[in-house]
C-alpha cells in the first residue's frame, strides 16, 4: 500500500489500529472507528478494506471468529476491487490462520497458497516469508517436520532481505525458532542446539527486540531442549515459567498443540510430577472449550497421563471428553467448509463484474479448469464441483458416489511405444469418458496420468455398475473402474469418498490379475 497519498493525521491512524489490533484490550476500537469514518468520508475502497482487515484481525486476536470472517468478507470485496494486492494476500493468510486454529488443515492449506499467488515470488515481502512460515507451521502441526524446515527456512532467507521493515526481528526470531522447533521433531538435536546458541548471542537481543512473542516461543523452545538433554533441573524451571507465561496467558490457544507433545515426552520420560503440573494448568485455562480440535489434543494428553498413573476412571472420563470433542469439532468444520465456499463465490461474484486484476488474471492462469490434452475438467474444476456435489448430497439426504476409471498396464504401453502414442490413448478414453458423462449427465474429469473420476449424484449401486459396463465396452483400451457410493454424513470427508473408490479400484485390478 503506498502510505503516502494519506495525510499524516490518516496514516497514524493505520498505524496505530494495527499496532493495537493484535492486543487482548479494547483499546483499538475507537481507533477504528475514526478509521471507518476516515474511510468513508474519503471513499476510498482501498482504505476501507484495510479497515475491515484491521477489524478482522482484532477478533481473531479476541477469539470471535464469526465476526473476524464477516469483517474478512468485506475486506476481500473492498481489496478486490481496488486492486490493493499486500493486504489481500494478507486477509487470504487471515483465512487461512482463521481455518487452521479451527483444526481444518485442508482449508488452511488453499489459502495460504492463494495468499502466496498474490504475491510476485521475484518481488517478495516480508508478508511473503509469514506466509511461507504459516505454512510450515500448518505441516509441522500434521507431523511432516521435513517440509515444515523448508517452508521455515525459506521464510528466513526471505526474511533476512528486510532488516528496515517493523516486522523484521520478530519474523527472524520466529523462523528461527520454527526452524529449531522443526530439527527436534526430526530428533535433530545439533541443529536445534546451534539455533538456540545462535539465539543466546548478545544476551538474546533478537528475541527481546522480536516482541512478547518471539519472547513466550523461545522460552517454549528452551524447554524442549531441556527435555531432549534430560536436563531434569532446567525441565522443572523451565516449566514453572512455560505454566506462568505461556499456560496462564490470554494467548495460550497459540501454544496448546506443542505443550501438550512436550507433556507427553514427559509423561514417557517418567517426569509424571512436572506433566501434572502442566495438566492442571491448562485445566484452569479451559482453552479446550474455545476450539474444540484443541479439546481433543487435550483429551488425548488426559488419556495418556491417567493410563500412565493407572487412574483407570479418570481415563475413561478423558475418552468421553475425546468423544464430545469430536462430535462438535464435525459441525466446527462444516462452519468452516460452509465459510471458504462462501468467500470463493463471493470472488466469483466480483469475477462477474468485470474485474480484471492481476490476482484473477494469475489464478485463471495457473488454475484453468480444463486439462489440456483431453479437454475433460481437471482437478481444480474436479474439486470445486465435488465440494458442490457434497453439499448437495448432504442437504438433499441422497447418494454420493465417486468413480475412478484407470487404463490397465498404461505404464507398459508408454513405455513399449512412446510418450505420443501414450497421449493418443489418453484423448481416446477421454472421448469416450465424455460421451458417456454426457449420455448420463455426469460430471468427468481427468484426475491425473490416466486416472479420470466420475461424480455420480443420488444413484444407486446398480445405477452405477449400468454406467461401469458402458464405460468397459465403450473404451478401446482396458479399464479397470472401482467406486464408492453413499449417502453422507456429518461423520464423513469429501476425501473419504475417493479413498474408499481408491481402495474398491485396488480390489478390481487384484480380481483382474488373478483371473
Same mark, same amino acid.
Given at each position: ?67 473476524? #470472517? ?146 513466550? @516461543? ?179 439426504? @441422497? ?27 489418453? #484423448? ?66 469429501? @476425501? ?20
Amino acid at each position: 500500500m503506498e502510505m503516502r497519498k494519506y495525510d499524516n493525521n490518516t496514516q497514524q491512524l493505520i498505524n496505530k489500529v494495527f499496532a493495537l489490533a493484535p492486543t487482548p484490550g479494547n483499546e483499538v476500537f475507537p481507533y477504528l472507528k475514526k478509521l471507518e469514518r476516515k474511510a468513508k468520508q474519503l471513499k476510498a475502497k482501498e482504505l476501507l478494506g484495510i479497515l475491515y482487515y484491521a477489524y478482522a484481525i482484532t477478533y481473531s486476536y479476541h477469539e470471535n471468529h464469526e465476526a473476524c #470472517i464477516s469483517n474478512l468478507m468485506k475486506a476481500v470485496s473492498y481489496l478486490l476491487r481496488s486492486n490493493e494486492q499486500y493486504f489481500l494476500a494478507r486477509t487470504y493468510n487471515l483465512f487461512a490462520v482463521e481455518a487452521q486454529k479451527q483444526g481444518c488443515f485442508d482449508i488452511a492449506f488453499s489459502y495460504y497458497n492463494l495468499a502466496l499467488s498474490v504475491i510476485e515470488e521475484d518481488e517478495p515481502t516480508i508478508s511473503y516469508a509469514i506466509i511461507k512460515s504459516n505454512v510450515g507451521d500448518l505441516f509441522a502441526m500434521m507431523g511432516d517436520f521435513k517440509i515444515a524446515c523448508t517452508y521455515v527456512r525459506s521464510a528466513y532467507n526471505i526474511a533476512k532481505k528486510f532488516k528496515k521493515d517493523p516486522m523484521y526481528n520478530q519474523t527472524i526470531a520466529l523462523t528461527l525458532i520454527g526452524l529449531g522447533i522443526d530439527n527436534l521433531g526430526l530428533n535433530n538435536y545439533k541443529a536445534a542446539k546451534r539455533i538456540i546458541n545462535k539465539l543466546e548471542k548478545n544476551d538474546n537481543e533478537l528475541i527481546s527486540k522480536g516482541g512478547e512473542f518471539s519472547e513466550l @516461543w523461545y522460552i517454549f523452545f528452551s524447554l524442549q531442549v531441556a527435555i531432549a538433554e534430560k536436563n531434569h533441573k532446567k525441565i522443572q524451571a523451565l516449566t514453572k515459567v512455560v505454566i506462568e507465561r505461556i499456560i496462564n496467558s490470554y494467548i495460550f490457544s497459540d501454544f496448546t498443540r506443542e505443550v501438550c507433545e512436550v507433556c507427553h515426552y514427559l509423561i514417557k520420560m517418567d517426569e509424571l510430577k512436572i506433566a501434572k503440573q502442566i495438566i492442571d494448568a491448562i485445566k484452569k485455562n479451559n482453552t479446550e472449550y474455545k476450539f474444540h480440535y484443541l479439546g481433543i489434543i487435550i483429551a488425548d494428553l488426559n488419556i495418556a497421563y491417567y493410563k500412565a498413573t493407572n487412574n483407570k476412571k479418570m481415563a475413561m472420563k478423558a475418552y468421553e471428553d475425546r468423544h464430545k470433542y469430536e462430535n462438535k469439532q464435525i459441525e466446527v468444520k462444516k462452519t468452516v467448509y460452509y465459510e471458504s465456499i462462501e468467500l470463493m463465490h463471493l470472488l466469483n461474484e466480483l469475477r462477474d463484474e468485470g474485474i480484471k486484476t492481476r490476482l484473477e488474471n494469475r489464478i485463471l492462469q495457473e488454475k484453468a479448469e480444463t486439462d489440456i490434452l483431453t479437454g475433460l475438467p481437471n482437478r481444480y474444476a474436479l474439486n470445486r464441483n465435488i465440494e458442490a456435489a457434497y453439499i448437495r448430497a448432504l442437504k438433499n439426504n @441422497w447418494h454420493l458416489g465417486i468413480g475412478i476409471a484407470d487404463i490397465d498396464t498404461f505404464k507398459k504401453y508408454n513405455d513399449t511405444y512412446g510418450h505420443l502414442e501414450g497421449d493418443k490413448c489418453l #484423448i481416446e478414453v477421454g472421448n469416450a469418458l465424455k460421451a458417456i458423462a454426457k449420455r448420463n449427465d455426469l460430471f468427468v474429469a481427468r484426475y491425473g496420468g490416466d486416472e479420470f473420476v466420475y461424480i455420480y449424484e443420488n444413484l444407486s449401486n446398480q445405477d452405477i455398475r449400468i454406467i461401469e459396463r458402458e464405460i468397459k465396452k465403450n473404451c478401446k483400451a482396458s479399464i479397470t473402474h472401482g467406486f464408492y457410493n453413499m449417502i453422507p454424513t456429518q461423520a464423513t470427508k469429501v @476425501w473419504d469418498y475417493f479413498a474408499e473408490a481408491d481402495k474398491n479400484l485396488y480390489q478390481e485390478k487384484k480380481k483382474k490379475r488373478l483371473k
